[in-house]
């Protein structure tokens, strides 16, 4: 079958690959930056492309399970190293409006403070904490069954930043709504198996 076949092919290709490939768009868009690339408005540009980025690996590291679940697909090796991925991509969204953006340090707790859609992307960051710090084997054991209920914080992070998205776009876009749609659908997917296997 198909899906076996790439699942053979899946397994060779070691983990750091993943990190090599999926940090591309992070150097590329500073080169874009230092080299002028980006437009009038770099700065925002740069911020607005790592956002983005972490929001996909976000998603993209929700769909691991229903993707073994529903089609026989396992990514279960590269899951880790997607969510730590996507914690980088905040950081460095959240490096880039600190030190580039805002700049001034008063101002920085005004904004988290004062505009919504910061105070709920910086939530979204402060979440992601606990799960990049419990991305390890260690704590895996350690946590036990408690590990699978923090992690659960996943979905959280994911609604908020998409929240945040829809938050801070002017007018009304398609693109953040369109996020949002694909997380809620994931959450779905997942409470109905849940709902499923209880019932059974
Ligand atoms: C650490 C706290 C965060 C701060 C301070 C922050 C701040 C910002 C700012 C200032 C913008 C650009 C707004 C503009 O266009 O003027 C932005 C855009 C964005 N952020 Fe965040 N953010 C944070 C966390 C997050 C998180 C956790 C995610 C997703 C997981 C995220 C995803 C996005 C996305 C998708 C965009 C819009 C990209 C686009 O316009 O294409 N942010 N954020």
């Known amino acids: 079958m198909l899906v076996d076949r790439i699942n053979t092919v899946v397994r060779r290709v070691p983990v750091w690959s993943v990190w090599l490939i999926l940090l591309v768009p992070a150097v590329w868009t500073f080169y874009l930056g230092l080299t002028g690339g980006l437009g009038a408005e770099p700065i ?5 492309e790592l956002g983005e980025v972490a929001l996909q690996l976000v998603i993209l590291g929700l769909c691991i399970t229903p993707l073994r679940r529903f089609l ?9 190293a997607i969510g730590l991925l996507a914690f980088t991509y905040v950081a460095l969204h959240l490096l880039v409006w600190l030190v580039l953006d ?5 101002q920085i707790w005004a904004d ?3 505009r919504p859609y910061v105070t709920v992307g910086f ?8 799960l990049a710090l419990t991305s390890n084997d260690w704590s895996l054991r350690r946590l036990g069954p408690r590990w699978r209920r923090l992690h659960k914080l996943t979905y959280g992070v994911a609604v908020l ?5 829809i938050w801070l776009s ?13 997380i809620l659908a994931l959450l779905a997917l997942r409470l109905r198996v849940r709902w499923r296997t209880q019932r059974a």
């Not at 925002?44 to 607005?48: C, G, I, M, P, V």
């Not at 805002?102 to 008063?106: L, R, T």
């Open 44 to 48: 925002k540009a740069l911020e607005r």
């Open 170 to 182: 002017k007018g009304f876009q398609i693109e953040p709504l369109i996020y949002l749609a694909a």
């Open 102 to 106: 805002v700049q001034i340090p008063a």
């Open 72 to 80: 026989g697909l396992n990514l279960i090796r590269f899951r880790r």
């Open 123 to 130: 939530t979204a960051f402060l979440m992601m904490i606990p």
């Open 112 to 114: 988290i403070v004062k």
């Open 161 to 165: 930043g998409a929240v945040h998205f």
